[in-house]
């Protein structure tokens, strides 16, 4: 079967999303599942932001997760790393599989299937990451097929290579400049499909991170209204 197929035919059946709030709430953070709020990034850096959930205790088969990035002024060069951007696609990785920080959401899950993908709107100067990650099977964990709620798990996150990023004007595509200037990183929004392929949206814990900017001078995350986004417009997206 077709992977485009496939993922069609588990999105479809949660075309439909419920108005009320799933049990668990996500967060980002820096580093780790559990890591820091603001991070001073630096030229050349490896740096990673982590998307997680807590409270969930019920069976599911898929989730999805929007973050949206915004600067005063729109991204500068160091943080464009789209295929037309400085930086290029080659430097990032927006993935399901961060190792080392907390136990992945869909457990020992097979078969599974993601779609990750990082863009820029040049109307509006942001960048959007976006994951969605099904397994039709179910999650399983050693437990069984529910999630244990006081346990945080993993439900992915973005790899940020800064190879070329400089502070200052930069000089491209030989350099990236403008990594001094502020980075909202917000979750715009996160939902999951249960057994049943119904979506059910998550709540908001901790909604956004910032780099270099300890005292959230870019009023983070004001500058990233959230926007709703279901299944079906995911599918849309994708042409499947």
Not at 49 to 72: D, R
Not at 206 to 234: F, H, M
Request: net charge neutral; proline share 8%; hydrophobic share 40%.
């Amino acid at each position: 079967m077709k992977v485009t197929r496939f993922l069609a035919s588990i999105l479809l059946l949660g075309a439909t999303a419920s108005t009320s709030f799933a049990q668990g709430a996500v967060s980002i953070n820096w580093t780790g599942c559990t890591g820091p709020i603001n991070l001073g990034v630096a030229p050349g850096s490896k740096v990673t932001a982590v998307v997680s959930v807590l409270g969930a205790n019920t069976p599911h088969k898929a989730y999805q997760w929007v973050v949206t990035a915004g600067s005063p002024g729109g991204l500068r060069d160091a943080w464009r790393f789209d295929a037309a951007g400085c930086q290029g696609t080659s430097l990032i990785l927006v993935t399901h599989n961060i190792a080392k920080v907390c136990p992945p959401f869909m457990g020992n899950a097979t078969p599974t299937l993601q779609i990750p993908d990082w863009s820029y709107d040049a109307l509006t100067l942001k960048a959007k990451a976006t994951l969605a990650n099904t397994y039709p099977n179910g999650a399983v964990y050693t437990t069984g097929n529910v999630p244990v709620p006081t346990t945080r798990y993993l439900l992915g996150g973005i790899i940020f290579d800064q190879a070329f990023a400089v502070t200052g004007a930069g000089d491209p595509p030989n350099t990236c400049g403008g990594l001094e200037v502020p980075v909202c990183f917000h979750i715009t929004s996160a939902s999951w499909l249960d057994l049943n392929g119904v979506e059910l949206p998550w709540s908001i814990a901790g909604e956004y991170i910032t780099s270099n900017d300890p005292n959230n001078d870019s009023r983070c995350p004001g500058a990233t209204p959230a926007a709703a986004k279901t299944w079906g417009q995911v599918k849309s997206q994708y042409r499947i």
